[in-house]
């Protein structure tokens, strides 16, 4: 059987005066899930870590963590660990001067706080650098560093706000590697994230959260393959510097711009033939492709069919 939720939020609404920014919210988690909270900017997914900690109150439904209201039972906000968006350490400190803040301020008994200390540096891989101010570390490390001051207190709960916007791949990789770590252990992890990739890479489930109510959650396998059956995405490379005749006969052959320069792409459940015969089209039309590539759709197709349903 399923353990018990360590989260269960259920039916979550609170308004900013007029505007309703949550609608009704369940999300419930349980120990050694990832999480993936997914949705644009201004969805509501601050709102809702922030009712989950317990630093905002519903209007209306509840949220319970360990069986117990954050908002009021402190000991409910003791299992739990934020890693906030900005890095919240102490530039002058050293990385274990920092985390022993941390555990003091998390009540952790001042005995326990050694053995703490360095548990929570061994399970981010900090420990190398323990006496190094934290001024002195690249981005990537000081975010493990602010992982281990939030997981000091052994929550059962970690929730982590945008852990990896500005982090290189490497640093990164880091992070994911820290955070499938803490699921070994049983922690579960609620991850908000604009990071497609590495919600589909590291998730058990995600959530997508569109103007206050969560419109799709899942396994994200299962989704996409859901959503997209057979299809493929072809993606199709050109040189930069496209006029616009050049852009219309690219959406005439179905294809939509990506966020990265040069590079559109379609859905086609024709797999490579229907790949080839594009290239060959687009030869004709003097659009001839550098690189086309056939893929499984991803998380990023889904991202996007779900805030076009909203269009439509
Ligand atoms: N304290 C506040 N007072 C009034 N409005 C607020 C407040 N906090 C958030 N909002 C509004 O609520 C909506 C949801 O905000 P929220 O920060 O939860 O979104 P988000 O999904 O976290 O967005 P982002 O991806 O940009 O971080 C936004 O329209 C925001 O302007
Ligand atoms: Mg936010």
Known sequence: MNPEPILKAEGVVRSYGERRVLKGVDLSLRPGEIYALLGHNGAGKTTLVRAI???????????????????????????????????????????RENIETFATLAGVPRAQIPAAVRRAM?????????????????GGF???????????????????DEPTVGVDIDAREAVDTVIR?????????????????????????????????????????????EAFGDQMEILVH?????????????????LEPTRRPGVWT??????????GRLDARLRQLGLAPREIRVRQPSLANLFSLVAERKAA
């Open 266 to 275: 379609r859905l086609d459940s024709g797999g490579y033939g229907a790949a």
């Open 53 to 95: 900690c317990g630093r905002l109150r519903p209007d209306a439904g509840s949220v319970l963590l360990n069986g117990a209201d954050p908002a009021r039972v402190p000991a409910a906000r003791a299992g739990l660990g934020l890693v906030p968006q900005e890095i919240a350490l102490y530039a002058n400190l050293s990385v």
């Open 238 to 254: 050109l040189a930069e510097g496209l006029d616009m005749a050049g852009e219309i006969h690219l959406a005439a052959e179905g």
């Open 181 to 225: 770590d803490l699921r070994g252990l049983g922690v579960a992890v609620l991850i908000v994230t604009h990071d497609l990739d590495q919600a589909g890479a590291l998730a058990d489930r995600v959530g997508f959260l569109r103007d206050g109510a969560m419109v799709l959650e899942g396994d994200p396998r299962a989704l996409v393959a």
């Open 142 to 160: 000081q975010r493990r560093a602010n992982i281990a001051a939030a997981i000091v207190h052994e929550p059962t709960l970690l929730i982590l």
């Open 122 to 138: 061994e399970l981010t891989r900090t420990l190398d650098r323990a006496g190094a101010p934290v001024r002195t570390l690249s």
